[in-house]
Antibody, heavy 120, light 108 residues
Framework: QVQLVQSGAEVKRPGASLKVSCKAF????????INWVRQATGQGLEWMGW????????GYAQKFQGRVTMTRNTSINTVYMELSSLRSEDTAMYYC?????????????WGQGTLVTVSS | DIQMAQSPSSLSASVGDRVTITCQAS??????LNWYQQKPGKAPKLLIF???ILETGVPSRFSGSGSGTDFTFTISSLQPEDVATYYC??????????FGQGTRLEIK
């Protein structure tokens, strides 16, 4: 079935960089965009941006521009989200999610989430 | 940026009750509005897309309506398994995605 499987939990120091992976199963990887959404503990959902796995085109939310990079490896059906200059406020669960349209629209399915803790 | 105002932030209702959550956009977003359910410790799940279309496999007690700036999500008869946080989400051609603040739903 269609499934997104993310890499495991990470603990990072402030100022470090983070790279989370999201591997797709059960569909043609290059046919749908992948988005990244994060959620601080007890808080709401925050969209970070998207990547087109076919072209490699990306779009980032203004808040994260300059600090986030999304890439893909089509040979292993995997996308990556890299976030640099980490600070404590980046502590959150990070989700990847497939979107179905020409632009990011509805997200289905979602990965299981990757918990990232930023602490000295 | 278009803002989404979701209300209420929390809600307590009895099994069998009709439950309604609203989402208001700061500008006209046509029907570019989706609803998600997030159970504790789980990833969100798409329930309704394009304001009123029920995702395959989602029980028919869930429904959505609205267009323009005002949207409504309804559970016609609340079930114990519906305990969750519900989020609205808007999209556009920019592209830009914004989620509502969420509604935490509990059983009374």
């Amino acid at each position: 079935q269609v499934q997104l499987v993310q890499s495991g939990a990470e603990v990072k120091r402030p100022g470090a960089s983070l790279k989370v992976s999201c591997k797709a199963f059960g569909y043609t990887f290059t046919s749908y965009d992948i988005n990244w959404v994060r959620q601080a503990t007890g808080q709401g959902l925050e969209w970070m941006g998207w990547i087109n796995p076919n072209s490699g085109d990306t779009g980032y939310a203004q808040k994260f521009q300059g600090r986030v990079t999304m890439t893909r490896n089509t040979s292993i059906n995997t996308v990556y989200m890299e976030l640099s200059s980490l600070r404590s406020e980046d502590t959150a669960m990070y989700y990847c999610a497939r979107s179905l349209g020409v632009v990011p629209d509805q997200f289905d399915p979602w990965g299981q989430g990757t918990l990232v803790t930023v602490s000295s | 940026d278009i803002q989404m105002a979701q209300s209420p932030s929390s809600l307590s209702a009895s099994v069998g009750d009709r439950v309604t959550i609203t989402c208001q956009a700061s500008q006209d977003i046509s029907n570019y509005l989706n609803w998600y359910q997030q159970k504790p410790g789980k990833a969100p799940k798409l329930l309704i897309f394009d304001a009123s279309i029920l995702e395959t496999g989602v029980p028919s007690r869930f429904s959505g309506s609205g267009s323009g700036t005002d949207f409504t999500f309804t559970i016609s008869s609340l079930q114990p398994e519906d305990v969750a946080t519900y989020y609205c989400q808007k999209y556009d051609n920019f592209p830009s995605i914004t989620f509502g603040q969420g509604t935490r739903l509990e059983i009374k």
